[in-house]
């Protein structure tokens, strides 16, 4: 078990992709906070943890609200006394679609940025100090391949401009925060998934199942290994940029995309 021994923060944890990242954590050995703004979920899947025999503590968190990030630290160290690994997975495209500028309101820009960037940020920050005390860290940034834009009706992110944006934000935040912690052992990576098809009543399958089946068929096509990806398959490579066998990788992007 590579992660043994080791303390994990894994933000959006309540389910899809960071629910993944929490169970493949917890294979690999690592005890772990766990934070979501869906308290009932995150407390399910911290239940799941403790099933497989590792710690893990559920707290309702909005990552955009920096004093309720500081204070998930806070208990991250009080409970566990470090911390080793951040996954910062929250984030989201909204629930309603928007395909053009003319239709971004100036709120739902902000709202965007704040909770698929700012977020990022305000993370990172609190668990910074900590990890430089410990000569030790690793960060991994959940990205996007719609930061790459997407092109056409067959999608299912909802509001895509701003979420574009603010996921390629997360990819020069990671490019230079990683050449700034380089220094303190703190190391900074990005994963940008694709088309993942999470389980059913997440927010993204509940989009593609009102799709009709020719569309679905469509999106499918246009991934290159011809379907979609599974979160556990994202949480893997999430697992081996936040363990000790990345050992010389910082500031890289790991696409998990299919090859689309």
């Not at 204070?71 to 080793?84: H, L, P, S, Y």
Request: with cysteine; glycine share 10%.
């Amino acid at each position: 078990m590579r992660m043994e021994g080791k303390i994990a923060i894994i933000t959006g944890a309540a389910q899809g992709i960071g629910r993944a990242i929490a169970i493949e954590f917890a294979a690999e050995g690592a005890d772990m906070l766990l934070a979501d703004i869906q308290q009932e979920k995150v407390m399910q899947v911290a239940a799941e943890v403790g099933e497989r025999g590792r710690k893990a503590i559920a707290t309702s968190v909005d990552v955009t609200r920096s004093d309720q990030v500081e204070a998930m630290v806070r208990q991250t160290i009080e409970t566990f006394g470090r911390v080793d690994i951040l996954i910062n997975d929250a984030g989201g495209s909204g629930n309603v679609g928007v395909q053009h500028i003319d239709d971004v309101t100036e709120d739902a820009w902000d709202a965007s940025l704040d909770l698929n960037l700012k977020g990022v940020f305000l993370c990172c920050k609190a668990v910074v100090a900590q990890m430089r005390s410990q000569g030790y860290g690793r960060i991994v940034n959940i990205s996007s391949s719609s930061a790459k834009g997407t092109f056409g009706s067959l999608t299912t992110t909802a509001i895509r401009l701003p979420y574009a944006a603010a996921k390629s934000g997360v990819l020069g935040f990671t490019y230079q925060l990683a050449k700034d912690l380089a220094p303190d052992g703190i190391y900074v990576n990005a994963v940008m998934p694709g088309f993942i098809l999470t389980e059913s009543g997440a927010r993204v399958r509940n989009r593609y199942e009102v799709l009709p089946e020719e569309e679905q068929q469509s999106m499918a096509a246009g991934v290159p290994l011809g379907r979609p990806g599974r979160p556990e398959e994202v949480a893997k490579a999430v697992s081996f940029l936040a363990s000790d066998d990345a050992s010389y990788i910082t500031g890289a992007l790991l696409e998990v995309t299919g090859g689309r």
